[in-house]
Structure formats: C-alpha cells, structure tokens
C-alpha cells in the first residue's frame, strides 16, 4: 500500500510563494504518475499539476499554468509543487495522489483519471 504524505503549506500573502512536498512510502516512484489536486470549500476538487516518473512528462491545469512547476526527486521519493504569484483564489486544501501505469499518458490528461492512492491534504491559504 503505497502511502503519501503532503507537507509545506501555509498562510501567505498574496503574491507569495510556497513549496509543498508529497513525500511516498514507496520503494520507487519509477511507473507512477503523481498529481497535485485542490478542493476549495464548497468547489470540487480540481487537479493542479501532474509528473509522469520515470519519464518526466508534466502538465498543467490552465489556472497554474506559469506560476507553478512540478518536479520530482527520485532519490527522496517526493515530488514538489513550486508555487509562485500566489493568489485568494488559490486557497484550498492540496492533495498529492498516486497513479501505478508505467507510461507517460495519464499526465497529459490527468483530470480523467481515478487516482489510486491520496495523501491526507495540506491547507494553502493566501490572504493579506
């Protein structure tokens, strides 16, 4: 059972910047596809950014594009989510979830697919 754990968020300002982490369980993140999620309170939840490993595809929900990068550390097993030029309508919980599918595919279209595994979730909230 592969396990996710979120880390890194906070209040900050709008404009700010935060880094959250989803550190794995596993031995490898080698075949899966990761993805960075959002619920806001009464919105549903709304996939963020995705990383294919070992390949290294990456995609972007439209709202993130330019002011978030994902990446990954194999090493570590985690992968990041950099966000910059932080704005309110970014506050949300962030959850990381896990897709086993050894190929690049899910991240190109990562909102359609039904993730496996799910961290506990991390607030951001962005407010002066």
């Known amino acids: 059972q592969l396990q996710l754990v979120e880390s890194g968020g906070g209040l900050v300002q709008p404009g700010g910047s935060l880094r959250l982490s989803c550190e794995a369980s596993?031995?490898?993140?080698?075949?899966?596809?990761i993805g960075w999620f959002r619920q806001a309170p009464g919105k549903e939840r709304e996939g963020v950014s995705c990383i294919s490993i070992p390949y290294g595809r990456t995609n972007y929900a439209d709202s993130a594009k330019g002011r978030f990068t994902i990446a990954r550390d194999n090493a570590k097993k985690t992968v990041f989510l950099e966000m910059n030029a932080l704005k309110p309508e970014d506050t949300a919980v962030y959850y990381c979830?896990?897709?086993?599918?050894?190929?690049?595919?899910?991240?190109?279209?990562?909102?359609?697919?039904?993730?496996?595994?799910w961290g506990q979730g991390t607030q951001v909230t962005v407010s002066s």
């Open positions: 979830a896990a897709y086993f599918s050894n190929s690049d595919y899910v991240c190109s279209d990562f909102s359609k697919y039904e993730f496996d595994y």
């Open positions: 596993a031995v490898t993140l080698d075949g899966y596809s």
